[in-house]
């Protein structure tokens, strides 16, 4: 079936350093949505993208939409230490199905 | 707004048990959904609701039913309850599928069973 690939599964960085997390489709999606999830909490949706290549940013935090709307990654500038957490894609198929990654989990070092 | 409101928030069931997880927004949302986490994982999708009286499988649906009388509430059911339950279960809603608009997740009910 189809999958929904995120990587890193783990990420450790030192508090202002950058990090990057990257979600792969097997298939081509209609869109795709970010979602935090902080440890011991519910996942909380931060953005939809929509358009082939699109790129939003929500202050420190970038998102981008590949041209053939088979991946997408998320970019926070300068992490700090409310950064930290499980950051999730899901991503929209042809058939209207939705397909979460398994996320990547955000360590901050002070 | 509550938003999406989970009762319990933590269960220990005993193997063979049987409990109901409760499920209600206030947002007039007409899709529902249940998903599982388990430890360091993604979220599996149990079932789903598309509006009162319709309901769907998801991913991972054996050993779970679940109803839709109501746009509120979306009630999970879990009938001898096994190890292998033993998760994070998340109810969600979203208004539409077509919109901008993401999944509103409850805060969850962690559910061990021995």
């Known amino acids: 079936g189809q999958q929904v690939m995120q990587i890193p599964q783990y990420q450790h960085v030192q508090e202002g350093e950058d990090f990057t997390t990257y979600c792969n489709s097997s298939t081509t999606l209609s869109n795709i949505q970010w979602y935090k999830q902080r440890p011991g909490g519910h996942p909380v949706f931060l953005i939809q993208l929509v358009k082939s290549g699109e790129v939003k940013k929500q202050k420190r935090l970038t998102f981008q939409f590949g041209e053939a709307k088979k991946n997408s990654s998320l970019h926070i500038t300068a992490t700090q230490t409310t950064d930290v957490g499980t950051y999730f894609c899901?991503?929209?198929?042809?058939?209207?199905?939705?397909?979460f990654g398994k996320g990547t989990r955000l360590h901050i070092l002070p | 707004n509550a938003g999406v409101t989970q009762t319990p928030k933590f269960r220990i069931l005993k193997i063979g048990q049987s409990m109901t997880l409760q499920c209600t927004q206030d947002m007039n949302h007409n899709y529902m959904y249940w998903y599982r986490q388990d430890p360091g994982m993604g979220l599996k999708l149990i079932y789903y609701?598309?509006?009162?009286?319709?309901?769907d499988k998801g991913e991972v649906p054996n050993g779970y039913n679940v109803s839709r009388s109501t746009t509120e509430d979306f009630p999970l059911r879990l009938e001898l309850a096994a190890p292998s339950q033993t998760s994070v279960y998340f109810c969600?809603?979203?208004?539409?599928?077509?919109?901008?608009?993401?999944?509103?997740f409850g805060s969850g009910t962690r559910l061990t069973v021995v």
């Open positions: 899901a991503g929209r198929n042809r058939d209207d199905k939705i397909i």
């Open positions: 609701s598309v509006g009162a009286g319709i309901t």
């Open positions: 969600a809603s979203r208004l539409t599928t077509g919109g901008g608009d993401g999944y509103t």
